[in-house]
């Protein structure tokens, strides 16, 4: 199967918001007042975790299906904790990023433990932003240099 390719374009439209198209879609990533915005949407790391839960979701549907377990509901609850220190420039001791990330999965289903346990090891395995968030990745940072004319 070759591979697909996603991508995303953003403007920032204030220090703190940024709107972002994704193919017909705009997403409007913006922090809370107290982080200094307006709280026009979620903030990355909240887009983040919930980026997190609608790729469980749609790998826990599919999984299930293939292995004959029946869903009659679910849902997720994902949390995470930051040291924002690092974010202000205040410390290097923690790291940017969560320190952890916990997933509360409840799913509604007559499934045995073993074979919840070997569907949420399935999910694991083949969810990429489980796997994006679980290992590193290569990341490239180019900077395309716009001069501004006075």
Not at 65 to 79: F, W, Y
Request: aromatic share 6%; with cysteine.
């Amino acid at each position: 199967m070759s591979d697909l390719t996603f991508k995303i374009e953003g403007e920032a439209q204030t220090p703190a918001r940024i709107a972002a198209s994704a193919r017909e879609f705009i997403i409007v990533v913006d922090e809370p007042p107290a982080l200094g915005g307006d709280d026009q949407g979620a903030n990355p790391v909240e887009y983040l975790l919930a980026s997190y839960a609608g790729c469980i979701n749609v790998v826990a549907h599919l999984t299930a299906k293939e292995l004959g377990i029946k869903l009659s509901g679910l849902r997720i609850q994902i949390e995470g904790n930051i040291n924002p220190a690092r974010l202000f420039g205040k410390s290097d001791e923690d790291r940017a990023g969560f320190k952890q990330i916990e997933v509360l999965f409840i799913p509604e289903t007559n499934a045995s433990q073993e074979e919840i346990e070997n569907w949420i090891a399935t999910i694991k395995n083949r969810c990429p932003i489980n796997d994006n968030l679980a290992n590193p990745t290569p990341l490239t940072f180019n900077l395309i240099q716009e001069l501004v004319t006075n």
